[in-house]
């Protein structure tokens, strides 16, 4: 923030709540008085520490996967579902694969996966040539997919991109991973009301993005939201919405399971049963192991509709 502005009167009138990371897992929404434009800041530390925990990333990737997460609340924070919200990429890179996952009761995981351990930190690099992919499972509405080419430089151009593709709006992501804990935080243009002044418009969004892009990851990583909004934006009048909580949690079960098993096949399932005596299957993110003996999987098949628990 330029000095030439601290003569100017503080209207700094950032609502704290008692709340104000209280949790250590949360997304807080920003709005501001004066301007056509939203903000949501999200840090999840548990939730992402439980997610890379047993897995043996290299820190780059478990920093990406960071900003998945954090990203995928993000996300979710723009979107209205009522289900799940998957972002990943699909891409020739050094990863296979990396998704974050976040539904709207705010349960999150995510997972990366490659041949060989990626040595390289570069977004390019790790994933390729490629797209961003968004899909929305909604449990009222009909699945949605969003795509949009990866841009080289982040995941965070990626999502403007998008947004811009797909919305029409302007938005501006920066993300903030260490060990402990991965931070999101975004500004957008809300739809404009009709008659509203576009160049109006564009100059206030240009004059809250410059000071967003004076944001460094040591802030992002160790002041509250308060004091980040209040560090940023001490000049404007902005209102900090209370909290909303994310935790990680795994949606696998036996039963999902067991369906997947009758996808496969009997005669694969059962040639596996015949070598090995039962079927054993680990969840890829959480690790728990799911075992069907040769019984539970001659029941499986004999009644696709009543599923063995
Ligand atoms: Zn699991």
New binding site residues.
Partial sequence: MSESSSSTPDKSQVHKTSADNASTDICQRFLFADADVRGEIVRLTRSYTDTVSNHAYPPAVSSLLGEFLAAGVLMGSAIKYDGRLVLQVRGDGELNLIMAECTSEGAIRGIARFDVAPESADFDALTGNGVLVITVDSRHADPYQGIVSLEGESLAASLQTYFAQSEQLQSWFYFAVDEDQACGFMIQQLPGASGSDADAREESWQHLLTLAQTLTPSEMLALSNAELLHRLYHQEEVKLFPPRQFHYQ?S?SRERTARALISIGKEEVDSIVAEQGAVSIA?E??G?DYRFDASEIALLFQDRGDLIH
Avoid: S
């Fill in positions: 795994c696998c969840c993110f959480c728990t």
